[in-house]
């Protein structure tokens, strides 16, 4: 019994060294996230009342907290005891993922990122800026190119639908829509704008993304700072 333990943490230790090329531990390029504060400036009421999509941004950098704090509003764990994040999941199926196109935030290289809401940290995928490439896959809406930073959320249906069957996938869907709402919520809440893009080419955006081939992006959330 503990032989094959042993055997199972050398072979997770393994995989988790080789899973990025050139032979780049995950370690190496996991960037740990500052805690997300629980007491913000404004009311709930507030940000409800003066929630707004806001398409055109200024330029400048966010910072990491702000990124830390959007990315915990979207799927961050709000109970360690039970694993339980910021928005409800039918069955506590988690099929969401969360990507991360980086443009201009203070202390973080261009690029794609994927969000671990379980180290509450950044896992750096691909190198370079390709907020251009996912504007064009969004139709050229300007919005993309422009925000410091995009929230791309993706779904991996059979985690929801080997429990409920078909009806999983509208619960999937529902799921998606609490993520926006609180990616709203919390950019209105730390003073900065975004809207929420359906429109895009589905294939076009996985090609960007390192993603599974069951993987489905939902949704594409611009993030920067008001004009």
């Known amino acids: 019994m503990i032989k094959v333990k042993l055997n199972l943490i050398t072979l997770l ?3 988790s060294n080789i899973i990025f090329a050139g032979g780049i531990s995950m370690q190496d390029k996991e960037i740990k996230l500052p805690e997300p504060i629980l007491k913000g400036k404004i ?4 940000t409800i009342y003066k929630r707004r ?4 941004f200024k330029q400048g950098q966010l910072t990491l907290q702000h990124v830390s704090q959007l990315l915990w509003a979207t799927q961050g764990i709000t109970d360690k005891s039970r694993d339980f994040r910021a928005v409800p999941s039918a069955g506590a199926t988690y099929p ?3 990507y991360l196109f980086v443009g201009e935030v203070e202390g973080l290289k261009k690029g794609i990122y994927k969000y671990n809401p379980y180290s509450h940290s950044i896992i750096y995928l ?6 251009q490439q996912l504007c064009a896959a969004s139709l050229f809406q300007d919005s993309v190119k422009k925000a410091q930073i995009v929230i791309v959320i993706t779904a991996i249906f059979d985690r929801t639908t080997k429990v409920y069957g078909n009806r999983g996938i509208m619960y999937v869907h529902m799921e998606a829509g609490h993520c926006g709402q609180n990616i709203y919520l919390q950019a ?3 003073g900065l704008g975004t809207v929420a893009i359906g429109a895009f080419r589905d ?3 996985k090609n960007i993304l390192p993603v599974s081939k069951n993987e489905q992006p939902l949704y594409i959330f611009p993030v920067g700072l008001k004009q």
């Open 13 to 15: 230790t393994f995989i």
């Open 43 to 46: 009311s709930l009421e507030e």
């Open 53 to 56: 999509s806001i398409r055109h």
């Open 96 to 98: 969401l993922e969360i």
């Open 126 to 131: 691909v190198e370079g800026d390709k907020r």
């Open 188 to 190: 209105e809440a730390l």
């Open 203 to 205: 294939n076009d955006v």
